[in-house]
Nanobody
Framework: VRLQESGQGLVKPSQTLDLTCTVS??????????WSWIRQPPGKGLEWMGA???????FYNPSLKSRTSISRDTSANKFTLQLNSVSPKDTAVYFC???????????WGQGTQVTVSS
């Protein structure tokens, strides 16, 4: 299974970040996996942002829930992250992962750097 993140590398404060994870070698509707977004700000640890289950159910980190939306396109085998009202604190490397539980990874994407700056 391969995961590949894509999207904006530079976002201005207050704007919306949109990232896509394209999956190959496995279907995002395969039992029983969770497809999550994780980020790592510079000099800090990993933070789980949210996940979408193979069934389509979504789960979010409570601290980010008000600004986060995860969706999927099953025909294209992709899932997406939308983060609203970004600030410089959202600067991080963003990863998409697959695992048996939200935030638990069997497979990782390579990550994509997102910088929030005016």
């Amino acid at each position: 299974v391969r995961l590949q993140e894509s999207g904006q590398g530079l976002v201005k404060p207050s704007q919306t970040l949109d990232l896509t994870c394209t999956v190959s070698g496995g279907s995002i509707t395969t039992h029983y996996y969770y497809w999550s977004w994780i980020r790592q700000p510079p000099g800090k640890g990993l933070e789980w942002m949210g996940a979408i289950h193979y069934s389509g159910s979504t789960f979010y980190n409570p601290s980010l829930k008000s600004r986060t939306s995860i969706s999927r396109d099953t025909s294209a085998n992709k899932f997406t992250l939308q983060l609203n009202s970004v600030s410089p604190k959202d600067t991080a490397v963003y990863f998409c992962i697959r695992g048996p539980l939200p935030g638990i990874a069997e497979y990782w994407g390579q990550g994509t750097q997102v910088t929030v700056s005016s």
